[in-house]
């Protein structure tokens, strides 16, 4: 079998590049034939992917959920993906969380040599492939305008400074959201479709399965004109979803909707945050594709 192992130097403080050697020795107990790829800028990963996919029985990749957001443009739209072993190195590791797949290196490598293949369900929005989330509103900036320095330094406290600094006003925009048994016509702060159980690093889905065929939809909902104390119920409302979750008892103030898929019309200046990097802007079709990637998971996961 052969294995292209493909990472992003930055990633992780470097610690994949220290490693490598280490690494490739790890990949070779299981594939006989194992090349390495460090990814050059912002999309290469993507690029190289797709580039790829047809010549290799796998491709197991380093880096954090940006990471895995551009390995899977190049291996989604295959109708015979190659199959992907991950070995996370990011800030927040939502994807890695939900798979239980260990940050350490070791561990990680264990998880790729013994673990078991699943076909995994993603989302499509738009034309763009998304793994675990699409969010817009409250917060969601903060993952791509946080600097890699940053993060580097002070990891997932970076992303709460930058999304205080950035949205703590959370603006408030419309929403009709149209599914195939529901439909929500509101205004909102922070709306969030979700195909995991983690979200910018608390187990916001924990019910939630990457193999249901569903996406779960969370929307913190808010008056056009907010007054002081519906601004502080807002930021309860959104700080409620991610300590308690999506399926908490108390949902006043929350909109839960689930289903196959949704048409979403938002204003042109609503920015979506796909998988932790920015997105389109504007109205979405979302839907979710079953069984369209094939992972390496931990032998004993008994939930993916």
Not at 126 to 145: D, E, K, P, Q
Request: hydrophobic share 40%; net charge positive; glycine share 8%.
């Amino acid at each position: 079998m052969k294995c292209i192992f493909i990472y992003n130097p930055v990633s992780g403080k470097g610690k994949i590049a220290k490693k490598l050697d280490y690494i490739v020795a790890g990949l070779k107990e299981k594939y006989e034939e194992v090349d390495v790829y460090a990814t050059k800028c912002s999309g290469d990963l993507a690029v190289k992917a797709k580039e790829v996919a047809s010549q290799y029985d796998a491709i197991v990749f380093a880096g954090g959920d940006g990471s895995f957001n551009e390995v899977l443009q190049g291996v989604a739209p295959l109708e015979n993906p190659p199959e992907l072993g991950y070995i996370p190195s990011g800030t927040v590791n939502d994807i890695a969380h939900t798979l239980k797949i260990p940050k350490n290196i070791k561990k990680a490598l264990k998880v790729i040599q013994e673990g078991r293949r699943e076909w995994l369900d993603c989302m499509k929005a738009n034309n763009h492939y998304v793994m675990y989330v699409v969010a817009a509103g409250a917060f969601t900036s903060a993952t791509y305008t946080t600097s890699q320095i940053s993060k580097n330094q002070v990891g997932r406290i970076a992303y709460f400074v930058e999304g205080v600094k950035k949205n703590l006003h959370f603006s408030v925009f419309g929403i009709d959201c149209e599914g195939q048994e529901d439909r929500e016509n509101t205004h909102s702060v922070l709306v969030s479709f979700m195909n995991s159980r983690y979200v910018a690093g608390f187990r916001v889905n924990r019910l939630s399965s990457l193999q249901d065929g569903k996406i779960e939809v969370a929307i913190v909902q808010q008056k056009i004109k907010p007054n002081f104390f519906d601004k502080i119920k807002a930021l309860f409302s959104v700080a409620k979803l991610f300590l308690f979750g999506y399926k908490a008892k108390s949902r006043k103030g929350i909109v839960c909707l689930e289903g196959a898929s949704f048409d979403v019309d938002v204003g042109e200046d609503v920015v979506w945050n796909f998988d932790g990097e920015k997105g389109t802007s504007g109205k979405l079709h979302i839907e979710v594709l079953p069984a369209k990637i094939k992972m390496i998971v931990p032998k004993k996961l008994k939930k993916v």
